[in-house]
Antibody, heavy 117, light 106 residues
Framework: EVQLLESGGGLEQPGGSLRLSCVASGFTVSSYGMSWLRQAPGKGLEWVSAINGGRTYYADSVKGRFTISRDNSKNTVYLQMNSLRVEDTAKYFC????????????WGQGALVTVSS | DIQTTQSPSSLSASVGERVTITCRASENIGNSLAWYQQRPGKGPKLLVCAASSLESGVPSRFSGRGYGTEFSLTISSLQPDDLATYYCQQYKNGWTFGQGTKLEIK
């Protein structure tokens, strides 16, 4: 059974950093594209970043501030978030992609990130 | 960027009723559209991909249709378990989501 478990969320001040982790089970992250998405309180879904093979992709809103990476030995995907802004406040989900960055076949429960002074 | 517009934003219906949610893309996306169900406090669950292909394990009362710019998700007989917010997502060019349809049971 495919499972994704996010962790690392919390309260951080503007300008600070957090690292989210997404531990996968039931499949090998190195064999699939993986995405991070977010959902601001009471709002819809926004794609944030993806990693597929050796390539990484970012939404314009986080480019230069967030970095996605993968540790195959731990079957884990990370999202390093630097220079955090109030508008980054959201629940962050990781998702396993179907082929070719098409859609998310499986999603985690999410990790809440709050950026506030 | 391709925009996706969902309607209605909220919907209240009775158990057993037929419910339809629509999604419109700002340009031709072929069949590159997925539908998700998100229950309160949970991550989204994939229901439909390629506009009309039902994901394994999803009840047959759910169905998707459409091509190009106009799409719909139908629940043929609403059940209490269907209380959720539903999102469409285009994946023709990047990922963009509709604003969501919050479905309530009368």
């Amino acid at each position: 059974e495919v499972q994704l478990l996010e962790s690392g969320g919390g309260l951080e001040q503007p300008g600070g950093s957090l690292r989210l982790s997404c531990v996968a089970s039931g499949f090998t992250v190195s064999s699939y594209g993986m995405s991070w998405l977010r959902q601001a309180p009471g709002k819809g879904l926004e794609w944030v970043s993806a990693i597929n093979g050796g390539r990484t992709y970012y939404a314009d809103s986080v480019k230069g501030r967030f970095t996605i990476s993968r540790d195959n030995s731990k079957n884990t995907v990370y999202l390093q978030m630097n220079s955090l802004r109030v508008e980054d406040t959201a629940k962050y989900f990781c998702a396993k992609e179907a082929g070719d960055h098409s859609y998310g076949t499986n999603w985690g429960q999410g990790a809440l990130v709050t950026v506030s002074s | 960027d391709i925009q996706t517009t969902q309607s209605p934003s909220s919907l209240s219906a009775s158990v057993g009723e037929r419910v339809t949610i629509t999604c419109r893309a700002s340009e031709n996306i072929g069949n590159s559209l997925a539908w998700y169900q998100q229950r309160p406090g949970k991550g989204p669950k994939l229901l439909v991909c390629a506009a009309s292909s039902l994901e394994s394990g999803v009840p047959s009362r759910f169905s998707g249709r459409g091509y190009g710019t106009e799409f719909s998700l139908t629940i043929s007989s609403l059940q209490p378990d269907d209380l959720a917010t539903y999102y469409c997502q285009q994946y023709k060019n990047g990922w963009t989501f509709g604003q969501g349809t919050k479905l309530e049971i009368k």
